[in-house]
């Protein structure tokens, strides 16, 4: 208890404040190294907020490394305002609305790109957009000159055509592409130190991809979620043209139908990808006549292959009976997968040709541990038991496998 005159009593509550204050501000303390990692997990708007904690966290968000911008998000005010009839009606928010939404989500990235005074390290946008949005192209100019970017991730709904700006950012490592355009120009010389490569529902022809994929000389893992309605211009370019350009991948996943672009599929490559661990294929057709004579020859061409994951397509409904085809085992006695441990198939149907496929990589694979098998949703109890007992009692060449199906 405080006894003695108003002074003394104001100067200690003033001296326990200071104290209380201290001991609630720690975390300022900490080294701004810290600091920035700790920014950097928040979302870049949470960040800026930041500024008015204190004098000392004013500028702290403006150099931090990783910029993430999403549309869905941002918060403005317009977002909590009651919709019109018509927004009711239909559905969907006014064209005046979704402007002035967007136009507030690009005055902010200007803010903060603007303010911003480190090197930008990653970068991710995630909104709408099309050929029209120019604000883009101004914000990938500001990130080309500034050449720091190793990580850029561009998801976008709607088909955006990547200006000449974007192929400047010579610094990228792992690069995310899903709905962009991508026209090269004569100028461009390259990715030189991309690693990581995603594109999905790409909008490109046979040739660009090829020359991007040569101009990533340390490329080791790539995705391309697009097929032959996104990924255009078959001609005389083939699916040994396009292992060529993969020397040092190690990881590699595709939708299945990109082997329409490279025909015709050849029984054996003369080049194979010796680091190529992980293989996953998407919307696998298995009745399709060219679905397993290109698995077979990718499996083929990847000695060292460790694991293997296939997304089956349920609806075979989608061809002629002209493209559908069986899967002849003994054309290819000479395969051995001496590596491969891990085999993970997903909506699994007991369809023509999944079963053989199965039973072919289980006869091949000496080194395989685990096998997981997950069943079409229309399976029922009963299907499933009787798949579970023919694949047991299937001959396999590992010993120690462990076969897990539901």
Known sequence: MVTGSP?????????????????????????LGIIENILCLLPTQEAARTSILSKEWRYHWTEISKLEFNEEAFEVSTYGAEPSA??????????????????KLFYAIYQVVIMHQGPIHEFTLSMRADDSCIEIDHILIHLSRKNTVKIL???????????VSFFSLHQLMDLYLNDCAIDHQPSFNGFGGLTTLHLQEIHICVKELMRLLSSCPLLKRLAILSDAG????????????FIKCLPGIEYLSLLCLIFLCFPPLPKELPTT????????MEWVWFRHKYVVPFLVLLIRSSP?????????????????????????????????????????????????????????ILAKSPTLKKVRILLWDEIDENEKLQISKILRSSPCASRVVKLSVS
């Not at 404040?17 to 303390?29: A, G, P, T, V, W």
């Not at 991730?153 to 200006?163: H, M, N, Q, R």
């Not at 211009?233 to 083939?238: A, K, Q, V």
């Not at 054309?331 to 441990?341: E, F, G, R, S, V």
């Open 7 to 31: 002074v003394a009593a104001g100067l200690f509550i003033k001296y326990n404040s200071q104290q209380e204050e201290h001991k609630m501000d720690r975390i300022s303390k900490l080294p």
């Open 86 to 103: 018509l927004e009711q009606t239909f559905d969907f928010p006014s064209h005046r609305k979704a402007m002035t939404r967007r136009c």
């Open 153 to 163: 991730k561009l998801d976008f709904i709607g088909k955006y055509k990547l200006p």
């Open 230 to 241: 996104t990924v255009n211009g078959i001609g005389d370019i083939t699916i040994a043209d």
């Open 273 to 280: 990808m010796v680091h190529l661990k992980y293989l996953r």
């Open 304 to 360: 060292n292959l460790e694991k293997l994951k296939l997304e089956i397509f349920p609806d075979d409904d989608l061809f002629e009976e002209s493209e559908t085809g069986s899967f002849p085992r003994k054309d290819y006695p000479d395969i051995m997968l001496k590596h491969l441990t891990e085999l993970e198939i997903l909506q699994f149907s007991d369809a023509d040709n999944e079963m053989d496929f199965v039973k072919f």
